[in-house]
Structures are given as C-alpha cells and as structure tokens.
C-alpha cells in the first residue's frame, strides 16, 4: 500500500500522510513511515495521534498492527503512551529520559534547539525596532538623491563621521572619518585583507599576505574563510594573560581579539598588548583586531581598543553582529592610511556589499544616541543573565568553575578531564545547543585548554532563560 491519507481531523485536529510502501511486513512499514514523520519533523512533539481503531480503518491493516508500531516506537522513545491523554509524540529530550538503555536508530533532529545556548548570537528578540525605524524613516527624509546612486565603497561619510567620533568616545579608538571603510561585517573585513590569495604571493584582490599569528583557540569559520585564502595560519598558544605573543616569530600580521579573547574570555595582559605592537613596529607587521563585543564589559570600563597604541601598526575591525544584530551584515575597518587605498581597490568600484540605506539608518542610529542606549540596555540585561548563570552553577553544581565572565556573551564552564564529549552529547539529547571548547581548537595548536562548555546566555528569550539554565545545570557532570 502506498500513500494514503488518513484524514483524522475531527478526532486529532492534524492530517498525516503516510507512505507504507517497500518490502516487509505493514507493521514494519508503518514503524518506519511514522518514525520518518517524527525524525523529519513532519509530526511535531506533543502532537496527538489517532487512536488504534481509526489509524487501521483509515489504513487498511489490521488493528494490532497499529497497536504493534506504536509500541515499538514508545519503547525507543519516540511517542509516548499515557492513560488518559493516548499517544503522542514524545518532546525531544524522551528519548533519553524515559529510556536511556535504548539508543535511537536515528539521531533526533527537530527544527531547532530547545535551548539554544550556542555562543554568538545577540537575543534577537531585543532588536530595538522602534528606534530602528525612526532612525531608518529620518535618514531615508534627510538623504540626499545622490545617496541613491551606486553606492561609494568607503561607506557613506555619514556613517564614517559617526564612527569616528563613537570608535574614539567608547573605544578609546584614534582615526578620522576617511580612515574608516564600510563593510559588511568581520567576516567580510577578513575577505578583503586576505582576499582569494595563495601561500607565495600577494592575495588576488587582497591586502595582506600570510602567515598569520591567530590565537590557539578561535573561530573556525574564521579559520575556514582563511584557508581558503591560502593564508597560512600559525596558532599562539594562550594561558591567563591571553595569547602569548612572545610566541610570534616571521609571520607577516597576527590576528587577536584583545579585549575578550574568544572563546575563552580573558582580555590580552597590558604588557602583551605592548609587546605585541613593539613585534608589529619591528618586523614591519600588523597586528589585526577583532573587536567582536568590546562594548560588553560588565565589571569596570570597557578595556579600550589596541588600536589606540598604534593606529599605524593595526586594523581595527568592529560590527553590529553582537551589538545589534547580525542580519544587518554592516561592519567597519579602521585602517593605517597606507591600507586605505588597497582596501579601497579590493572593494571594487562600487558598494556591492553594505546596503547604503542601511548605513545612512545606523549612522543616525549612531549619532543620534541610540546605539549608546541600546548598548546600555543590552550589557544590563546580558550582566543580569551572567550572573542568573553564575547563581544557578553555584547552587546547582558548585563544583564547576566558570570563567570568562567579565565581558562578552558568552562564558566558560571549566569540566573535569575527560567530559566534554559526553556532557555536550547529554545536553544535546537534552535539546540544549551548545559547544565544547575543542570545537574551538586551532587543529595545530599543540596546547589545550582543558574541558570545558562555552555556554552563550544572549540567545535564548528572556521568558526561556530559566529553563535553559535549569536544563544545562541537568546535565553537567556530578561533583
Ligand atoms: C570572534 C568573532 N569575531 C567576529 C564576529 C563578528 O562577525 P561578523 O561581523 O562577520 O558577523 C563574531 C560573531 O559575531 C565573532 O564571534
């Protein structure tokens, strides 16, 4: 039998159609058809299913066949059976919970996490609409037509104005507005240094030529974009004073976050930071600076950018990934002036990257205060949720040391050796989303930094936060 649709909506409230086709027996096809269903996502949890009876009548196969597949699949876990509430899709953390010696055939997949406390995400929910559409609908009235040509690669001096006067106020950042170049985000900033080059020569289109000094422990979609560059890159070993720079020997740029080493957290010792620039003075190099969340500092000021030590000697990078949102793709360079022009060359004629709308908003976003504001109303929310966090470890599993918490949105769970595999395993079984720090792990970098979870506490909403964090201390390894 294939394809039939069993039309139970007065009894379920839910169509389901199944495909009971292939060799075996019909309880094997049926098993496997609504398994598919649940897998896939096609039968959401918690959804009712039909009651035996009707299931069969509207299949054709005898009643106990039906009986007979939906144990099966409440035995591994995916439906559930209660007296009184019939049988059900199982939520996703079932599987494990209800029987932990039955693995499942398949690995669950849902649309989504449950709790997602990947790092990386501002809480989306905290995009400040209202403010953004004043900004948009004030800079759209004010703009003048030429802003609605192709756009100039450098950015609309609007934004570059803004920029400077905000990089220099909050960031400790010295540069003037046409040192400043417009992109579409760090990820966009490392395409056009690096470009599309090779190990021996300049990069086509690019700036800059490797090797490249990156920290032991980073991103690796960074990694990634790098490689296939062809820009070699050499990992610093890190300890708790950040990356060790001293480390540094003949590559031709190093690439550091300093205020908040990601991902581990620690901002780069003050001595580093000078002796990192002295390299850069002696061998000619720059140093890149990746100022992913410099804003969120929660204890004291901010630490101020690198930049301000050498404005000849390093590029600053910044975007609004994690201070707005990161659908928005806008970034910006702050570069020594010999860069401005390659920079510039690399970009292209015309903007092809950063919508110029866009822009002229964020720089009325900027100049008007609102970004001011809305930074302050987010690293109030993100401290109170590191310390939700921090409060939750300490009566919950108290042996488990965090660090990393000073600034930033996410922070580090220090585990006993040998248990980041399993935890992060448990905790996605759990419907948690999270990493362990080896994910991070430059794979030539010959030191760990030991176990650990890196736990982003922007992401989920703010009614889900809770839960989230009551669920993570659920798994974590006992004491
Ligand atoms: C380490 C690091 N650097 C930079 C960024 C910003 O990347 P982009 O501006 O390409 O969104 C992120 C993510 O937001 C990050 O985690």
Known sequence: MTGSWVNSA???GADLHLELSGPGSR???LTGALREAVRSGRLAPGTRLPPYRSLAADLGVA???VADAYAELVAEGWLTARQGSGTRVAG??????????????TPLRTRGPRYDLRQGTPDASAFPRAAWTASYRRALQAAPNEAFGPGDPAGRPELRRALAEYLARARGVRTEPDRIVICSGFAHALRLLFGRGTRDGPAAG?????????EGYGLGFHRDLLAAAGVRTVPLPLDEHGARVDALGRE????????????????LHPERRAAVIDWARARG?????????GEFRYDRRPVGALQGLDPERV???GSVSKSLSPALRLGWMVLPQRYVGPVLAAKGEREAWASVLDQLALADFVAGGSYDRHVRRMRQQYRRRRDRLVAALAAQAPHIEVTGIAAGLHAVLRLPAGTERSTVKAAAWQGIALDGLAAFRHPQNPTAAGDGLVVGYATPAEHAYGAALEALCGVLPPG
């Open 27 to 29: 309880r094997a096809a």
């Open 92 to 105: 996703r953390a079932e599987p494990l919970g209800r029987n932990p010696r039955t693995p499942a055939k």
């Open 63 to 65: 009643r106990n066949t």
């Open 252 to 267: 031709r740029a190093v690439l550091l976050t300093p205020a908040h080493q990601f991902p581990t957290g620690g901002p």
């Open 285 to 293: 190099a720059v140093v890149l600076e990746d100022d992913y969340d």
């Open 315 to 317: 590029i600053h990078i």
């Open 10 to 12: 007065e009894r379920i």
């Open 206 to 214: 690019g700036v800059l030529r490797g090797p490249l000094g990156v």
